[in-house]
């Protein structure tokens, strides 16, 4: 499994970006989805925890302005963020759990894709 991401950059304040990662290889499908980021000297923080059967859950600094939504058929989960503000200049990365069928046998995993940069200027 392979998890590739997409856009980040540097975006205006109030402006909107969205991250997306993309999932290929053998699997299943995308169970669960966490966004994280970290910022340069502070703690890595969970921004967007998503469940296979719809739920999210924000961290207090995203929710209202950020939305993690997902295309199970293209294996594809997605940060919209808007209303961004300089503070929220990270390195931002997904974490997907991906569902397998080995023999038969299901198992999760959880699998990274790269960081991706997202710098907001005042």
């Known amino acids: 499994v392979q998890l590739q991401a997409f856009g980040g950059g540097l975006v205006q304040a109030g402006g909107s970006l969205r991250l997306s990662c993309a999932a290929s290889?053998?699997?299943?499908?995308?169970?669960?989805v966490d966004w994280y980021r970290q910022a340069p000297g502070k703690q890595r923080e969970l921004v967007a925890h998503?469940?296979?059967?719809?739920?999210?859950r924000y961290s207090d600094s995203a929710k209202g302005r950020f939305s993690a939504t997902r295309d199970d058929a293209a294996n594809t989960v997605y940060l919209q963020m808007n209303s961004l503000k300089p503070e929220d200049t990270a390195i931002y990365c997904c974490n997907v759990e991906i569902l397998t069928h080995t023999l038969g046998k299901p198992s999760k995993r959880n699998w990274w894709g790269q960081g991706t940069q997202v710098t907001v200027s005042s």
């Open positions: 998503s469940t296979s059967a719809g739920n999210t």
């Open positions: 290889g053998n699997f299943s499908r995308v169970v669960g």
